[in-house]
């Protein structure tokens, strides 16, 4: 059965680890750098009090069934250096979003984000046995498509008018995926970056 639930998950550099309402401070840190939200409002870290609202809500979100979230922690330091998780759950169907993940700025462009990828992939492809994994994120944020890309997923299209931001403006979001029968490459490429 298709059922994503609060797992850890781990490779030699990277656990992902679910993320309470105890990582507060290390989760506000690690996200307390305004160039991270910018192609994802609101700010969920531009207080201890907002960051602390969106972790009740991200646990209330966890029971609920309708994500799996998890704090991405470096294995060598032992600190928590960004947070990613399972959403837009669809049972059914067997597909799930990768999504709201951030790095902190000093962990980018390292290991860290293609070893939570390949956690998060294996566990939905292999032990979940799903058929789709999808990505999505702003059309305009470059970095983030170029990062989604290099990981094997395949552009979709931009779906516009997709999300209306804080402000009222509307964002166009880029979307990409892999599939089920898709995977074992993936899988090989992703391999060869670890």
């Known amino acids: 059965m298709f059922n994503p639930k609060p797992v850890t998950l ?8 679910p993320l309470t309402i ?14 991270l939200w910018q192609w994802s409002l609101p700010n969920q870290c531009i207080s201890k009090a907002q960051c602390t609202a969106w972790l009740i809500d991200s646990e209330e979100m966890v029971a609920q069934g309708q994500q799996v979230v998890f704090a991405i922690i470096d294995n060598q330091s032992g600190a928590l250096v960004g947070s990613t998780r399972y959403c837009a759950i669809n049972r059914a169907d067997r597909s799930l979003e990768i999504g709201f993940t951030f790095i902190t700025p000093r962990y980018q462009r390292t290991y860290i984000n293609t070893h939570a990828k390949y ?3 294996t566990h939905a492809f292999e032990s979940l046995n799903a058929i789709r994994v999808q990505f999505k994120t702003h059309e305009n944020n470059q970095s983030s498509r170029q990062a989604i890309s290099r990981i094997g997923a395949s552009f979709e299209g931009i779906l516009r008018n997709q999300k209306i931001l804080p402000d009222g403006s509307f ?3 880029a979307f990409f ?3 089920s029968n898709e995977w074992a490459d993936v899988k090989q490429l992703l391999s060869q970056k670890l």
Not at 10 to 17: E, G, I, N, S, Y
């Open 10 to 17: 781990a490779t030699d550099k990277v656990t992902l680890r």
């Open 22 to 35: 105890e990582d507060v401070d290390a989760f506000y840190q690690a996200g307390a750098f305004p160039e």
């Open 119 to 121: 956690c998060l992939l």
């Open 171 to 173: 964002r166009n979001s």
């Open 177 to 179: 995926s892999i599939i």
